[in-house]
């Protein structure tokens, strides 16, 4: 696709008191997407993922088939499955040494979602502890022939439906997991790659799903835990030889992180590394973030809570930042809070978007405003900004001036938080278009150009 460089400089802003207050039909209403502009804001309209081109957005789930339509209804292209106390997870689909089943509530579920249009990826390894012997994460050579059978049976079974299987979740992690040490996850992946290319040649096989650790009484986060990627693990893994031998390279990056943390202000700079990396050891494939999550519901988390409304701001800026840098995101699929009707509108508005190189240049006092930009499949243009430091239930906007050097029809400012849209007053030339007294807020505001 031919790249538009697009330049935006924001001009001048003041900060200025949003009003969010609840997130009732009046408080959208009230809510200011353009300074001076009186056009009828109307609701952004969504569709059901089967309606959807990709938007490479997705939800992590078990197995539950009862979570079909709400995965529909939200737009989610994208479903990991797998893990928790799925019945797709190895000690349910073994039933006896070299005896495999599958049950018959999962198998319908991949059924629906894949006559959905939904990408499925399907993670392969233990779940809880329940029905499992606490040694099936041993890699002995007995243990690593037994996964590779489990691994053979559900690509067989599933190739006709699944695009993508995952070997294990957080092998990585000292929990009721089991750790698996970086020389054996590679061993592994060795032991069971061939497997799926034979059986599935078209399939991706995703390597992974690192986890990370949890940090106490880190400064900003109470009584909370902080979490750190495993990226001393995952480069280790890259570095053992299997690059080459995989399609996709996935990690689980947030989970509650305050954007003041260095580890979250230097998240994308750590991809940049961990993908050139990866270049370096020869993969040529795709990227996968998977279980992104804010809680709300329980301050006994590690994670800790936030507000519901800054649970959907949080969320907000992951999706459209791993997408703005040409990375797959799923959300965990509890997606808690106000989550749902953010990632609804997303699904919608991303739908068909690819990540587009536009050329920003910002003018501006504060170094928390970022930006990402894509392009649709119809030419038009999005731009994505928002203010990323910490997020408050009760906003305190940058009113921004925006110039971009190309000629557009027209602009629509979309709300994402609050679901509404607006035509935007815009100022034109030949080469330039001008558009006055944007808000910035501190979840994104996407500004569709029409052209």
């Known amino acids: 696709m031919k790249r538009t460089k697009l330049r935006v400089v924001v001009l001048t802003w003041t900060v200025v008191g949003l009003f969010v207050g609840s997130m009732n039909s009046e408080a959208s209403a009230a809510y200011i997407i353009q300074e001076g502009n009186t056009m009828v804001k109307t609701r952004i309209k969504v569709a059901r993922s089967p309606n959807l081109l990709d938007n490479r957005i997705g939800g992590d789930y078990g197995s ?30 073994r039933r006896a040494p070299g005896s495999y089943s599958i049950d018959t509530a999962p198998d319908n579920f991949v059924t629906d ?29 007995s243990v690593m022939n037994d996964y590779r059978e489990y691994v053979r049976t559900l690509v067989q079974h599933f ?5 993508y299987f995952e070997i294990w979740n957080e092998p990585d992690t000292g929990t009721d997991w089991g ?88 998240y994308t700079k750590m991809v940049e590394e961990i993908r050139h990396l990866a270049a370096v050891q020869g993969f040529k494939g795709e990227y996968l973030v998977e279980e992104a999550l804010w809680r709300v519901e329980s301050a006994d988390e590690p994670q800790g809570p936030v507000s519901a409304i800054v649970s959907a701001k949080y969320i ?13 995101v799923t959300v965990s699929g509890m997606f808690p809070g106000k989550c749902p009707e953010v990632a609804r509108r997303l699904c ?21 405003i970022v930006h990402y930009g894509f392009q649709l499949p119809n030419g038009d243009l999005l731009v994505a900004l928002w203010s990323n430091g910490v997020a408050v239930d009760d ?11 190309l000629p557009v029809s027209g602009a629509i400012g979309m709300d994402v938080l609050h679901g509404y849209q607006q035509d935007l007053d815009i100022e034109g030339g030949v080469e330039n278009t001008r558009i006055r007294g944007l808000y910035v807020p501190d979840y994104p505001m ?6």
């Open 64 to 93: 539950d088939p009862n979570v079909t339509e709400h995965i529909f209804d939200i737009g989610l292209k994208w479903v990991r499955l797998g893990f928790w106390n799925s019945g797709l997870n190895w000690q349910r689909v």
């Open 395 to 405: 906003d305190s906007g940058i009113v921004a001036d925006i110039t971009c050097q």
């Open 348 to 368: 919608t508005i991303l739908a068909g978007a690819e990540a587009d190189d536009f050329t920003v240049v910002l003018h501006t006092e504060s170094s928390e």
């Open 179 to 266: 750790r698996i040490p970086p020389i054996d996850y590679a061993r592994l992946v060795r032991h069971v790659a061939p497997v799926i290319r034979k059986e599935a040649p078209e399939a991706k096989i995703v390597i992974g799903a690192i986890g990370g650790w949890w940090q106490p009484k880190f400064p900003g986060y109470g009584n909370a835990s902080r979490y750190t990627l495993h990226r001393e693990y995952l480069e280790e893994v890259l570095c053992s030889g299997i690059a080459p031998l995989v399609d996709v390279i996935s990690w689980h990056p947030f989970y509650g992180h305050r954007p003041d943390d260095p580890y979250y202000q230097n």
């Open 316 to 328: 907000a800026r992951t999706i459209v930042m791993h997408r703005g840098i040409d990375i797959t």
């Open 159 to 163: 190739k006709d439906r699944v695009q």
């Open 113 to 141: 979602l894949a006559e959905g249009g939904v990408t499925v990826v399907m993670t392969m390894g233990v779940g809880d502890g329940r029905s499992r012997g606490d040694d099936m994460w041993r890699l002995t050579p």
């Open 446 to 451: 996407l500004i569709r150009l029409q052209r």
